[in-house]
């Protein structure tokens, strides 16, 4: 079984608990949004990370892809950072999916955790990890591909926007 890590919109804020969250992972895929080069270097020495670009990420941040594939355990992933929604994709989201025709669309943008079917292609947006925009809680996702390619999927609550979570 291989698990990926899904982060999307951390607006330059890592939270400290992906070191364990992400630890078992193959690798970390970012959908956007990422804010810092700092951020991309500490999922890195965590596992393998591929990202793309968001919307907000310019300056040394300016040289990633709009869109991306990985293969993973057999299963094809692509990331895109503006895709609409799985009930609404827009041109690029349906573009990505009809050219590369991926088992799995990584997205951000929305700030909004959600999963859904688009064209035979499992569609999530793993949720703001961040602290910055309109969203209430921090959100990721670990995907789990099981050797015959099965797909589970993990969403894992942060806790709200504004503070780290603490257990109790």
């Given at each position: 079984?291989?698990?990926?890590?899904?982060?999307?919109?951390?607006?330059?804020?890592?939270?400290?608990?992906?070191?364990?969250?992400?630890?078992?992972?193959?690798?970390?895929?970012?959908?956007?949004?990422?804010?810092?080069?700092?951020?991309?270097?500490?999922?890195?020495?965590?596992?393998?990370?591929?990202?793309?670009?968001?919307?907000?990420?310019?300056?040394?941040?300016?040289?990633?892809?709009?869109?991306?594939?990985?293969?993973?355990?057999?299963?094809?992933?692509?990331?895109?950072?503006?895709?609409?929604?799985?009930?609404?994709?827009?041109?690029?989201?349906q573009e990505?999916?009809?050219?590369?025709?991926?088992d799995v669309?990584?997205?951000?943008?929305?700030?909004?955790?959600?999963?859904?079917?688009v064209h035979?292609?499992?569609?999530?947006?793993?949720?703001?990890?961040?602290?910055?925009?309109?969203?209430?809680?921090?959100?990721?996702?670990?995907?789990?591909?099981?050797?015959?390619?099965?797909?589970?999927?993990?969403?894992?609550?942060?806790?709200?926007?504004?503070?780290?979570?603490?257990?109790?």
């Amino acid at each position: 079984m291989a698990t990926v890590g899904l982060i999307s919109d951390t607006h330059g804020w890592l939270d400290p608990e992906f070191a364990q969250l992400f630890a078992a992972c193959e690798v970390i895929l970012h959908a956007g949004d990422i804010g810092e080069e700092a951020v991309l270097e500490e999922l890195g020495a965590i596992a393998r990370t591929e990202a793309v670009r968001g919307n907000i990420d310019g300056g040394p941040l300016r040289h990633l892809p709009l869109t991306r594939v990985v293969e993973v355990q057999g299963r094809r992933i692509a990331l895109l950072h503006i895709a609409g929604s799985p009930t609404r994709p827009n041109k690029a989201a349906q573009e990505l999916i009809k050219a590369e025709a991926p088992d799995v669309l990584v997205v951000g943008h929305s700030h909004i955790a959600v999963a859904g079917r688009v064209h035979g292609t499992l569609w999530i947006n793993p949720g703001a990890a961040g602290r910055q925009g309109f969203h209430d809680k921090r959100f990721a996702a670990l995907l789990h591909i099981a050797d015959d390619g099965t797909l589970s999927l993990d969403r894992v609550h942060l806790g709200p926007r504004s503070e780290l979570r603490r257990e109790p």
